[in-house]
């Protein structure tokens, strides 16, 4: 089971009883959990979690978002721009704190790879975790803050892309939706709707091997880059060689392949001129 990242709001283990009944929820589905939370971090501090609870409801894993969003979850050189600009801190009285790695979670032998929201944005993160092992991928998010704006397709399309890039399937769960099952080759196969309460089932199947994206990365795209220039370059090239070639012509007095012939100039007759 995946839940959206902020589907527990407040700290599970500073709360037996919201402890208790995550686990509970795991031992009721006999299934492994990914749930998103707001963990504490310190007397001050807070940070967004994916936790993966096992099947029994004992806690396996957790990964903590890297990627945070500025002046969203935090505020940058906050004791100075806050107080400063005490605005900057509206909606942000806590700042987040940043993860400190991103590998691949493990759940009945298969490795997953887990991102958290706008995390799905940055392909280099999904190509690690796809060269450390990951067989899919996983983007718990929370897609409230875009209301009906453009903003929810925008973030499942990018996790299509991260699908074919890396020829694995992913998984998205939002709490606003859209929550989706994406395939190797970027189709969508299973979604929800905005702010519809639904539940999405699907057998994903695990897949390794790495594609030319996930070996060569950057390289791959500065290749494609290339190629690109240098269909441009050689497309301008004949167009050049075109244009000079008709302009020699124009200069040796020959037709341009394609014009008409001249007309002819009917005072230039045969007949003699009149005489006195």
Not at 5 to 17: K, L, N
Not at 222 to 242: D, G, H, S
Request: overall charge neutral.
């Amino acid at each position: 089971m995946v839940w959206g990242e902020g589907a527990v709001d407040d700290d599970p283990f500073a709360d037996a009883d919201r402890l208790t009944r995550l686990s509970q929820a795991a031992q009721a589905a006999d299934a492994p959990l990914l749930v998103g939370a707001t963990d504490n971090v310190g007397s001050d501090h807070l940070a967004t979690d994916a936790l993966l609870f096992s099947p029994d409801g004992r806690l396996l894993d957790r990964y903590r978002k890297r990627r945070l969003v500025p002046f969203g979850e935090y505020v940058p050189w906050g004791g100075v721009l806050g107080t400063l600009i005490p605005a900057t801190r509206d909606g942000v009285p806590t700042d987040k704190v940043p993860g400190p790695s991103l590998l691949p979670m493990t759940v009945a032998g298969v490795r997953f790879g887990t991102v958290i929201c706008w995390e799905s944005a940055y392909a280099e993160d999904a190509r690690a975790l796809a060269r450390n092992g990951a067989a899919f991928l996983v983007v718990v998010t929370n897609n409230a803050s875009f209301g009906v704006s453009a903003g929810p397709p925008q973030h499942l399309a990018a996790g299509q892309l991260r699908a074919v890039e890396e020829g694995r399937t992913l998984v998205q769960a939002a709490i606003s939706g859209p929550s989706a099952v994406i395939g190797p080759d970027g189709a969508i196969q299973q979604r929800t709707g905005l702010y519809t309460e639904a539940t999405i089932r699907a057998q994903v199947q695990p897949r390794s091997g790495l594609t030319p994206y996930a070996r060569f990365g950057r390289l791959f795209e500065a290749a494609l880059y290339l190629l690109a220039a240098f269909t441009l370059a050689a497309v301008a090239a004949l167009r050049f060689r075109e244009v000079r070639i008709r302009e020699r012509e124009r200069a040796n007095g020959k037709p341009e392949v394609g014009s008409a012939p001249a007309a002819p100039n009917p005072a230039a007759g045969s007949g003699a001129g009149s005489s006195r």
